[in-house]
Protein backbone atom coordinates (compact mmCIF):
# COMPACT_ATOMS: atom_id res chain seq x y z
CA UNK A 1 0.00 0.00 0.00
CA UNK A 2 1.12 3.38 -0.74
CA UNK A 3 -0.18 6.69 -0.08
CA UNK A 4 0.96 9.66 -2.12
CA UNK A 5 -0.23 13.60 -0.86
CA UNK A 6 -0.06 16.95 -1.94
CA UNK A 7 2.11 16.57 -5.07
CA UNK A 8 2.17 20.22 -5.91
CA UNK A 9 3.45 22.00 -9.15
CA UNK A 10 4.36 25.05 -10.05
CA UNK A 11 6.03 27.22 -12.19
CA UNK A 12 6.94 30.87 -13.32
CA UNK A 13 7.86 32.24 -16.31
CA UNK A 14 9.22 35.78 -18.20
CA UNK A 15 7.80 36.85 -21.56
CA UNK A 16 8.07 40.15 -23.27
CA UNK A 17 7.00 42.80 -21.36
CA UNK A 18 5.58 45.10 -24.07
CA UNK A 19 2.90 42.45 -24.81
CA UNK A 20 2.55 42.80 -21.51
CA UNK A 21 -0.21 45.04 -21.35
CA UNK A 22 -3.95 44.91 -22.07
CA UNK A 23 -4.72 47.76 -24.84
CA UNK A 24 -7.84 49.75 -24.30
CA UNK A 25 -9.87 47.81 -27.09
CA UNK A 26 -9.67 44.65 -24.85
CA UNK A 27 -11.17 46.36 -22.03
CA UNK A 28 -14.96 46.37 -21.71
CA UNK A 29 -16.11 49.90 -21.70
CA UNK A 30 -18.77 51.23 -19.04
CA UNK A 31 -22.16 50.45 -20.12
CA UNK A 32 -20.83 47.95 -22.73
CA UNK A 33 -22.38 44.23 -22.82
CA UNK A 34 -20.87 40.94 -24.43
CA UNK A 35 -23.35 41.85 -26.92
CA UNK A 36 -21.94 45.20 -28.13
CA UNK A 37 -18.31 43.32 -28.11
CA UNK A 38 -19.73 40.14 -29.59
CA UNK A 39 -20.57 42.96 -32.76
CA UNK A 40 -16.75 44.02 -32.84
CA UNK A 41 -13.92 41.59 -32.75
CA UNK A 42 -11.11 43.87 -32.28
CA UNK A 43 -12.60 44.62 -28.58
CA UNK A 44 -11.74 41.21 -28.12
CA UNK A 45 -8.38 40.74 -28.88
CA UNK A 46 -6.62 41.45 -25.67
CA UNK A 47 -3.17 41.93 -27.34
CA UNK A 48 -4.48 44.55 -30.28
CA UNK A 49 -2.26 47.27 -29.73
CA UNK A 50 -3.92 49.73 -32.00
CA UNK A 51 -2.20 51.51 -34.59
CA UNK A 52 -2.88 55.53 -35.79
CA UNK A 53 -5.96 54.45 -38.16
CA UNK A 54 -7.30 52.19 -35.24
CA UNK A 55 -6.37 48.81 -36.38
CA UNK A 56 -5.05 46.10 -34.81
CA UNK A 57 -1.16 45.76 -34.45
CA UNK A 58 -1.71 41.59 -33.46
CA UNK A 59 -5.02 40.55 -34.87
CA UNK A 60 -3.96 36.79 -32.85
CA UNK A 61 -1.39 36.13 -29.85
CA UNK A 62 -1.29 32.93 -28.51
CA UNK A 63 0.49 33.05 -25.40
CA UNK A 64 1.79 29.69 -23.86
CA UNK A 65 3.06 30.03 -20.07
CA UNK A 66 3.91 27.39 -17.61
CA UNK A 67 2.24 29.49 -14.57
CA UNK A 68 -0.12 26.32 -13.40
CA UNK A 69 -0.61 24.82 -10.43
CA UNK A 70 -1.61 20.95 -9.86
CA UNK A 71 -2.03 18.75 -6.65
CA UNK A 72 -3.07 15.26 -6.64
CA UNK A 73 -3.56 13.05 -3.39
CA UNK A 74 -3.84 9.10 -4.03
CA UNK A 75 -3.99 5.98 -1.91
CA UNK A 76 -3.17 3.08 -4.16
CA UNK A 77 -3.07 -0.70 -2.82
CA UNK A 78 -1.99 -3.97 -4.56
CA UNK A 79 -2.59 -7.79 -4.63
CA UNK A 80 0.22 -9.71 -5.88
CA UNK A 81 0.71 -13.30 -6.49
CA UNK A 82 3.96 -14.30 -8.44
CA UNK A 83 3.39 -16.86 -11.26
CA UNK A 84 3.61 -20.25 -9.08
CA UNK A 85 1.67 -23.43 -9.81
CA UNK A 86 0.93 -22.09 -13.46
CA UNK A 87 -0.73 -19.14 -12.44
CA UNK A 88 -0.06 -15.17 -11.76
CA UNK A 89 -2.06 -12.32 -10.18
CA UNK A 90 -2.16 -8.74 -10.05
CA UNK A 91 -5.15 -6.73 -8.39
CA UNK A 92 -4.66 -2.91 -7.75
CA UNK A 93 -7.29 -0.42 -6.95
CA UNK A 94 -6.25 3.66 -6.59
CA UNK A 95 -8.53 6.41 -4.83
CA UNK A 96 -7.14 9.61 -6.20
CA UNK A 97 -8.16 13.12 -6.39
CA UNK A 98 -6.23 15.25 -8.99
CA UNK A 99 -7.19 18.78 -9.27
CA UNK A 100 -5.64 22.04 -11.19
CA UNK A 101 -6.42 25.31 -13.31
CA UNK A 102 -5.59 23.56 -16.45
CA UNK A 103 -4.85 20.31 -17.36
CA UNK A 104 -3.01 19.90 -21.05
CA UNK A 105 -1.33 21.73 -23.35
CA UNK A 106 -4.25 23.47 -25.64
CA UNK A 107 -3.69 24.69 -29.00
CA UNK A 108 -6.50 23.65 -31.10
CA UNK A 109 -9.27 25.15 -29.60
CA UNK A 110 -13.27 24.09 -28.25
CA UNK A 111 -14.95 21.02 -29.41
CA UNK A 112 -18.89 20.41 -27.88
CA UNK A 113 -17.04 16.55 -27.90
CA UNK A 114 -14.37 17.36 -25.15
CA UNK A 115 -11.44 15.17 -25.16
CA UNK A 116 -7.81 15.52 -23.82
CA UNK A 117 -7.11 19.21 -24.30
CA UNK A 118 -10.27 20.59 -25.46
CA UNK A 119 -12.38 22.92 -23.78
CA UNK A 120 -9.87 23.57 -21.16
CA UNK A 121 -9.11 27.13 -22.24
CA UNK A 122 -9.55 29.85 -19.19
CA UNK A 123 -12.75 31.78 -19.61
CA UNK A 124 -10.88 34.93 -18.44
CA UNK A 125 -7.55 34.87 -18.70
CA UNK A 126 -6.94 37.41 -16.25
CA UNK A 127 -8.53 35.47 -13.25
CA UNK A 128 -6.18 32.19 -13.44
CA UNK A 129 -7.68 31.35 -9.77
CA UNK A 130 -11.12 30.92 -11.29
CA UNK A 131 -10.06 27.89 -12.87
CA UNK A 132 -9.24 25.45 -10.69
CA UNK A 133 -11.12 22.59 -10.34
CA UNK A 134 -11.18 19.26 -10.58
CA UNK A 135 -8.03 17.53 -13.22
CA UNK A 136 -9.76 16.62 -16.84
CA UNK A 137 -8.13 13.08 -16.61
CA UNK A 138 -9.60 12.69 -12.60
CA UNK A 139 -10.75 9.61 -11.73
CA UNK A 140 -11.93 8.94 -8.65
CA UNK A 141 -11.95 4.87 -8.23
CA UNK A 142 -9.95 2.67 -10.51
CA UNK A 143 -9.53 -0.99 -10.47
CA UNK A 144 -6.94 -2.73 -12.59
CA UNK A 145 -7.03 -7.02 -12.13
CA UNK A 146 -4.39 -8.98 -14.75
CA UNK A 147 -3.94 -12.84 -14.91
CA UNK A 148 -2.23 -15.26 -16.41
CA UNK A 149 -2.76 -18.93 -15.82
CA UNK A 150 -1.46 -22.23 -17.52
CA UNK A 151 -4.56 -24.39 -17.43
CA UNK A 152 -3.69 -28.36 -16.21
CA UNK A 153 -3.01 -30.76 -18.24
CA UNK A 154 -1.54 -34.39 -19.40
CA UNK A 155 1.84 -34.79 -19.79
CA UNK A 156 1.28 -37.59 -21.79
CA UNK A 157 -1.36 -37.28 -23.80
CA UNK A 158 -3.01 -40.40 -25.13
CA UNK A 159 -5.90 -39.53 -27.48
CA UNK A 160 -7.99 -36.87 -29.49
CA UNK A 161 -9.60 -34.72 -26.39
CA UNK A 162 -6.57 -35.09 -24.23
CA UNK A 163 -4.27 -33.17 -27.27
CA UNK A 164 -6.96 -30.23 -27.92
CA UNK A 165 -6.87 -29.76 -24.10
CA UNK A 166 -3.69 -29.49 -23.37
CA UNK A 167 -0.85 -26.97 -23.71
CA UNK A 168 -3.78 -23.69 -22.57
CA UNK A 169 -2.88 -20.47 -21.69
CA UNK A 170 -5.31 -18.01 -20.58
CA UNK A 171 -4.83 -14.37 -20.04
CA UNK A 172 -6.74 -11.02 -19.17
CA UNK A 173 -6.76 -7.63 -17.80
CA UNK A 174 -10.10 -6.16 -16.75
CA UNK A 175 -10.34 -2.18 -15.93
CA UNK A 176 -13.27 -0.32 -14.01
CA UNK A 177 -13.00 3.06 -13.22
CA UNK A 178 -15.33 6.10 -13.05
CA UNK A 179 -15.87 8.78 -15.15
CA UNK A 180 -13.54 12.01 -15.84
CA UNK A 181 -15.49 15.63 -15.59
CA UNK A 182 -15.85 18.06 -17.95
CA UNK A 183 -17.22 21.36 -18.52
CA UNK A 184 -20.55 22.91 -19.75
CA UNK A 185 -19.88 25.70 -21.88
CA UNK A 186 -21.83 28.09 -24.33
CA UNK A 187 -20.28 28.37 -27.68
CA UNK A 188 -23.12 31.01 -29.28
CA UNK A 189 -20.46 33.54 -28.56
CA UNK A 190 -17.88 33.57 -30.94
CA UNK A 191 -17.31 29.40 -30.77
CA UNK A 192 -15.60 29.93 -33.58
CA UNK A 193 -12.80 31.64 -32.75
CA UNK A 194 -11.45 30.79 -29.59
CA UNK A 195 -7.71 32.34 -30.15
CA UNK A 196 -9.28 35.54 -30.74
CA UNK A 197 -11.78 35.90 -27.68
CA UNK A 198 -9.05 34.47 -25.68
CA UNK A 199 -11.31 31.83 -24.06
CA UNK A 200 -12.85 28.94 -25.56
CA UNK A 201 -16.29 29.77 -24.72
CA UNK A 202 -18.72 31.39 -22.15
CA UNK A 203 -19.90 29.28 -19.50
CA UNK A 204 -23.28 29.05 -17.73
CA UNK A 205 -24.87 29.98 -15.03
CA UNK A 206 -25.32 27.12 -12.61
CA UNK A 207 -28.49 26.91 -11.00
CA UNK A 208 -29.22 23.16 -10.10
CA UNK A 209 -27.29 20.03 -9.15
CA UNK A 210 -25.74 18.88 -12.36
CA UNK A 211 -25.04 15.64 -11.69
CA UNK A 212 -28.65 14.88 -10.22
CA UNK A 213 -29.77 13.47 -13.77
CA UNK A 214 -31.17 10.34 -15.60
CA UNK A 215 -27.91 8.95 -17.07
CA UNK A 216 -29.12 8.52 -19.75
CA UNK A 217 -27.70 8.35 -23.14
CA UNK A 218 -30.51 11.03 -24.57
CA UNK A 219 -30.01 13.28 -21.31
CA UNK A 220 -26.46 12.06 -19.32
CA UNK A 221 -26.18 14.96 -16.79
CA UNK A 222 -29.11 17.69 -15.36
CA UNK A 223 -29.26 19.98 -18.43
CA UNK A 224 -32.00 22.33 -16.62
CA UNK A 225 -29.78 22.83 -13.87
CA UNK A 226 -27.76 25.25 -16.25
CA UNK A 227 -28.63 28.40 -17.27
CA UNK A 228 -27.59 31.03 -20.52
CA UNK A 229 -26.30 34.09 -20.20
CA UNK A 230 -28.45 36.84 -21.87
CA UNK A 231 -25.41 38.59 -23.86
CA UNK A 232 -27.39 41.80 -24.45
CA UNK A 233 -28.60 43.18 -20.46
CA UNK A 234 -24.70 41.26 -19.27
CA UNK A 235 -22.17 43.39 -18.96
CA UNK A 236 -19.21 42.78 -20.65
CA UNK A 237 -16.59 41.10 -18.40
CA UNK A 238 -19.29 39.27 -16.08
CA UNK A 239 -19.46 35.69 -16.62
CA UNK A 240 -21.15 32.56 -15.64
CA UNK A 241 -21.13 31.13 -11.97
CA UNK A 242 -20.68 27.62 -13.53
CA UNK A 243 -17.12 26.48 -12.29
CA UNK A 244 -14.43 24.12 -14.28
CA UNK A 245 -15.06 20.20 -14.66
CA UNK A 246 -17.93 20.26 -12.55
CA UNK A 247 -20.34 17.62 -14.71
CA UNK A 248 -19.14 13.66 -13.95
CA UNK A 249 -18.99 11.77 -16.90
CA UNK A 250 -19.72 8.35 -17.96
CA UNK A 251 -17.64 5.73 -16.45
CA UNK A 252 -15.14 3.14 -18.11
CA UNK A 253 -15.43 -0.74 -18.03
CA UNK A 254 -13.43 -3.51 -19.97
CA UNK A 255 -12.29 -6.93 -20.09
CA UNK A 256 -9.36 -7.76 -22.58
CA UNK A 257 -9.00 -11.94 -22.94
CA UNK A 258 -7.04 -14.21 -24.63
CA UNK A 259 -6.15 -18.01 -24.89
CA UNK A 260 -3.30 -19.71 -26.39
CA UNK A 261 -2.36 -22.87 -27.46
CA UNK A 262 1.16 -23.85 -28.06
CA UNK A 263 1.37 -27.06 -30.79
CA UNK A 264 4.80 -29.19 -31.11
CA UNK A 265 5.48 -29.59 -34.62
CA UNK A 266 9.17 -30.50 -33.94
CA UNK A 267 11.54 -30.04 -30.94
CA UNK A 268 12.73 -26.56 -32.28
CA UNK A 269 9.33 -25.51 -34.03
CA UNK A 270 5.77 -24.53 -32.34
CA UNK A 271 2.32 -23.48 -33.74
CA UNK A 272 0.92 -21.57 -31.90
CA UNK A 273 -2.89 -20.77 -31.94
CA UNK A 274 -3.99 -17.35 -30.28
CA UNK A 275 -7.85 -16.32 -29.62
CA UNK A 276 -8.31 -12.83 -28.20
CA UNK A 277 -10.79 -11.42 -27.18
CA UNK A 278 -11.05 -7.30 -26.63
CA UNK A 279 -14.21 -5.91 -24.79
CA UNK A 280 -15.36 -9.31 -24.22
CA UNK A 281 -18.90 -8.56 -22.29
CA UNK A 282 -19.32 -6.15 -25.49
CA UNK A 283 -19.87 -3.33 -22.78
CA UNK A 284 -21.12 -0.11 -24.19
CA UNK A 285 -18.43 2.68 -22.85
CA UNK A 286 -19.59 6.21 -23.94
CA UNK A 287 -17.52 8.99 -24.69
CA UNK A 288 -18.21 12.57 -23.03
CA UNK A 289 -22.12 14.15 -23.49
CA UNK A 290 -22.79 16.87 -25.88
CA UNK A 291 -21.31 19.60 -23.55
CA UNK A 292 -22.98 23.08 -25.17
CA UNK A 293 -25.50 24.23 -24.06
CA UNK A 294 -26.06 26.05 -27.57
CA UNK A 295 -26.77 23.07 -29.34
CA UNK A 296 -29.62 20.64 -29.93
CA UNK A 297 -28.36 17.57 -28.73
CA UNK A 298 -27.12 19.40 -25.47
CA UNK A 299 -26.38 16.57 -23.06
CA UNK A 300 -27.06 13.54 -25.48
CA UNK A 301 -23.92 10.75 -25.81
CA UNK A 302 -23.99 10.29 -29.32
CA UNK A 303 -20.32 8.35 -29.73
CA UNK A 304 -19.08 5.23 -27.80
CA UNK A 305 -15.76 3.17 -27.94
CA UNK A 306 -15.44 0.25 -30.13
CA UNK A 307 -17.59 -2.64 -29.36
CA UNK A 308 -15.97 -6.50 -28.58
CA UNK A 309 -13.64 -7.78 -31.10
CA UNK A 310 -12.65 -10.72 -31.43
CA UNK A 311 -9.56 -12.15 -33.69
CA UNK A 312 -7.76 -15.67 -34.26
CA UNK A 313 -4.21 -15.94 -35.20
CA UNK A 314 -1.58 -18.81 -36.27
CA UNK A 315 2.19 -17.91 -34.91
CA UNK A 316 4.79 -20.21 -35.84
CA UNK A 317 8.08 -20.18 -33.62
CA UNK A 318 11.51 -21.35 -34.43
Not at 138 to 150: A, G, N
Request: net charge neutral.
Amino acid sequence: MSITRATFLRNKFLYNEHLNHTSPASLPLAGQTWADRQNNIDQQRVYCQPNSQGNCTYSSVGLIAGNSNSIYNRLETSLRKRFGHGLSLLASYTYSKAIDDVSSFNITGSASQPVAGENDLAQNPFDLAAERGRSMFDSRHRFVLSYEWEVPSWNHPQNWYQYALADWQVNGITTYMTGTPFTVVDQSYNYDAPKVTGFSAFRPNLVGNANDGPRTVAEWFNTSAFQRIDLSPTPAGVYGSEGRNVVQGPGFANGDFSAFKDIGLTESKTLQFRAEFFNLFNRANFWLPNSDISSPTFGQIQQALSPRLIQFALKFLF
